[in-house]
């Protein structure tokens, strides 16, 4: 029809301009909730005005625009999918009319029909990087986009330099590599390797999860994911945190019972290792019931 193919029309125009066409409540409620339209769109709901303070929907857009951008320039672009912002500042009633109380949230509206569970998408549990974004759209609308990310050098130049730097220390150290030797050096790289990774940040380099998560109406900042198929950021860091703390208290402990020091450091060192075993692996504890809802075991605390 007539209406269809202005509508069609439009919105190719604006994508033109800008891969993610922003939309109030007004451009909401014409392009996608009235018909007829014969095109998905995938909406973003965010508040990105600095007041609201969202950090998350800083860095969900930027990811967000990633997959935009791949999809407008890609060969195989055409009508059927759209991609789209609300922002809450410009767009309150439509979040009203969503009873939406969130952000950011991505929500495909398809072709026809009203959107599904499934149409939403698991922020929280898939992270918003944007080839989790792109997997879930081909999921939904069966366009698959291929994306493709800005060159970003800080990776490559900072391996570099390390590397320059390592091989500057060995070469000014050339005539006395005994350091290579020393197991204390291999034991420590080692122990810091086994952190990290145990921590969960190789999880957070495939998910690309949020640091935290803000609940726009309370204001109240949640450090730890409470599901265990999902985490933030920042829960691995306390992670990292508190497995260090645990392995210093069993580093102390052995010092302590096969060290020459006097009997009052050995003392000293006992009661602290003691004390940062049983505190940190306590709260670890807690950190686990929280995630694995109905474990029964605690030690210290709930």
């Given at each position: 029809?007539?209406?269809l193919?202005e509508?069609?029309?439009?919105?190719?125009?604006?994508?033109?301009k800008?891969?993610?066409?922003?939309?109030n409540g007004?451009?909401f409620?014409?392009f996608?909730?009235?018909?007829?339209?014969?095109?998905?769109v995938?909406?973003?709901?965010?508040?990105?005005?600095?007041?609201?303070?969202c950090?998350?929907?800083?860095?969900a857009?930027e990811?967000?625009?990633?997959?935009?951008?791949?999809?407008?320039?890609?060969?195989?672009f055409?009508?059927?999918?759209?991609?789209?912002?609300?922002?809450?500042?410009?767009g309150?009633?439509?979040?009203?009319?969503?009873?939406?109380?969130?952000?950011?949230?991505?929500?495909?509206?398809?072709?026809?029909?009203k959107?599904k569970?499934?149409?939403?998408?698991?922020?929280?549990?898939?992270?918003?990087?944007a080839e989790?974004?792109?997997?879930?759209?081909?999921?939904?609308?069966?366009?698959q986009?291929r994306?493709?990310?800005p060159?970003?050098?800080?990776?490559p130049?900072?391996?570099?330099?390390?590397?320059?730097?390592?091989?500057?220390?060995?070469?000014?150290?050339?005539?006395?590599?005994?350091?290579?030797?020393?197991?204390?050096?291999?034991?420590?790289s080692?122990?810091?390797?086994?952190?990290?990774?145990t921590?969960?940040?190789?999880?957070n380099h495939?998910?690309?999860p949020?640091?935290?998560?803000?609940?726009?109406?309370?204001?109240?900042?949640?450090?730890?994911?409470?599901?265990?198929?999902?985490?933030?950021?920042?829960?691995?860091?306390i992670?990292?945190?508190?497995?260090?703390?645990?392995?210093?208290?069993?580093?102390?402990l052995?010092?302590a019972?096969?060290?020459?020091m006097?009997?009052?450091?050995?003392?000293?060192?006992?009661?602290?290792?003691?004390?940062?075993?049983?505190?940190?692996?306590?709260?670890?504890?807690?950190?686990?019931?929280?995630?694995?809802h109905g474990?029964?075991?605690?030690?210290?605390?709930?």
């Amino acid at each position: 029809t007539t209406l269809l193919s202005e509508k069609v029309g439009q919105l190719m125009d604006w994508t033109g301009k800008r891969s993610v066409i922003r939309m109030n409540g007004e451009k909401f409620r014409r392009f996608v909730k009235a018909p007829p339209r014969n095109y998905s769109v995938i909406i973003m709901f965010t508040a990105l005005q600095p007041q609201r303070q969202c950090g998350v929907c800083k860095q969900a857009d930027e990811e967000y625009q990633i997959l935009a951008n791949s999809w407008r320039y890609s060969n195989a672009f055409t009508n059927r999918v759209f991609f789209a912002t609300v922002d809450f500042d410009e767009g309150s009633d439509v979040f009203q009319m969503l009873n939406m109380n969130s952000a950011p949230t991505f929500i495909h509206f398809p072709a026809k029909g009203k959107p599904k569970k499934s149409d939403t998408y698991e922020l929280q549990v898939r992270g918003f990087a944007a080839e989790q974004l792109a997997r879930w759209v081909g999921d939904r609308t069966d366009v698959q986009i291929r994306v493709i990310r800005p060159p970003n050098y800080a990776g490559p130049l900072m391996l570099g330099f390390l590397l320059a730097v390592i091989g500057g220390l060995a070469y000014l150290r050339r005539n006395n590599l005994e350091f290579l030797y020393n197991r204390n050096v291999w034991a420590f790289s080692a122990l810091c390797f086994c952190l990290i990774m145990t921590s969960g940040q190789m999880w957070n380099h495939i998910r690309g999860p949020p640091y935290a998560h803000k609940n726009p109406n309370t204001g109240q900042v949640s450090y730890i994911h409470g599901s265990s198929q999902a985490q933030f950021v920042a829960e691995t860091h306390i992670v990292l945190l508190f497995n260090c703390a645990v392995t210093l208290g069993m580093v102390l402990l052995h010092e302590a019972a096969t060290s020459d020091m006097d009997i009052g450091k050995r003392k000293i060192m006992c009661i602290g290792g003691i004390c940062l075993v049983m505190l940190f692996f306590s709260w670890l504890l807690s950190i686990f019931r929280a995630k694995y809802h109905g474990y029964p075991y605690s030690f210290l605390m709930s």
